[in-house]
């Protein structure tokens, strides 16, 4: 059950660092990508390797589409197999990493756009294990989800993402999870390990260039920016989580890219790191 949190003042027992914990975007792909040792899942164990060790962290992921904001406010959170067709090793898989009703009740008390719901029961869907495992092997890292409220567009999540960033100076990893190219109904399975069609790759080159130059409201508009843009973004659940990471960016932040390639002909696992 969902409890609406609306007291604003809450605080956990985490203290402001001396530093800014960084931000990320993660295309995740295939649910595979969760127990492959591969150039992608690499690349997010180093990513984990070259910041801070995290207090917690927090995914918005694109599989938690939901009517409202809620976030998961258990003790230890389920590990949600949300897929299928795919081998049983994949549905073995149990990530037992603890969360944080503590954190919980800060990140909602930090957002005043609108009541959050307090959620006992989803858990950690595969956008937010399948990634997380590889950066946090051991499990001992509290983790949260916070759901994309479906009724929205793309510049309220932006938005809203600002509201979190006191998260940051708390050593709060903050990771979007989706996919900046994400239509599987034109999926090419001849381009499988890799390989975009040309409105892929053009697409995803406007977003790389548009998010490299810091310019950040032609991505909230996204259906402005062509028809590849569309063809990329067919329903935007897997675009959404990357306005959570440019919405917490701030003006003096570098932005680097990595796993920049398309596989599959219309998915690209290109992957942003703010700070």
Same mark, same amino acid.
């Given at each position: 059950?969902?409890?609406? *949190?609306? *007291?604003? @003042? /809450? ?15 993660? +295309? ?5 990508? $969760? ?27 694109? =599989?938690?589409? %939901?009517?409202?904001?809620?976030? %998961?406010?258990?003790? *230890? ?7 299928? &067709? ?30 959050? &719901? ?7 869907? =595969?956008?937010?294990? %399948? ?26 999540? /932006? ?22 190219? =994400? ?10 390990? +890799?390989? &975009? ?10 977003? @790389? ?34 306005? /959570?990471?440019? $919405? ?9 890219? *990595?796993?920049? @390639?398309?596989?599959? &002909?219309?998915? %690209? ?7």
């Amino acid at each position: 059950m969902d409890n609406l *949190f609306n *007291f604003k @003042k /809450y605080t956990s027992n985490l203290q402001e660092k001396d530093y800014l914990m960084p931000v990320l975007f993660i +295309g995740h792909g295939s649910p595979m990508n $969760g127990i492959e040792a591969n150039e992608f899942s690499l690349q997010w164990a180093a990513q984990a390797r070259d910041i801070p060790v995290p207090e917690a962290v927090l995914v918005v992921s694109a =599989h938690w589409f %939901t009517n409202g904001t809620h976030i %998961t406010a258990m003790d *230890f959170p389920q590990t949600i197999h949300d897929f299928g &067709g795919f081998p049983q090793a994949l549905f073995d898989v149990t990530y037992a990493a603890p969360g944080s009703p503590e954190l919980a009740l800060e990140t909602a008390g930090l957002i005043h756009s609108t009541n959050v &719901g307090l959620d006992h029961d989803w858990g950690l869907d =595969h956008g937010a294990w %399948t990634v997380v495992r590889h950066m946090y092997p051991d499990a001992n890292i509290p983790v949260l989800q916070l759901s994309i409220d479906y009724t929205r567009d793309a510049r309220y999540h /932006y938005d809203l993402a600002h509201e979190l960033y006191g998260l940051r100076k708390k050593g709060v990893l903050i990771l979007g999870s989706g996919n900046m190219v =994400h239509n599987l109904r034109m999926m090419s399975w001849e381009m499988i390990h +890799g390989g &975009g069609y040309d409105w892929a790759l053009q697409a995803n080159d406007t977003f @790389k260039r548009l998010i490299l130059a810091n310019e950040h409201q032609p991505l909230t508009t996204y259906a402005q920016l062509g028809k590849e843009a569309m063809l990329a973004i067919p329903t935007p659940e897997h675009y959404l989580p990357l306005m /959570y990471t440019l $919405g917490l960016k701030n003006d003096r932040e570098e932005v680097s890219l *990595f796993n920049d @390639k398309a596989v599959g &002909g219309s998915l %690209t696992m290109t992957s942003v790191r703010i700070g």
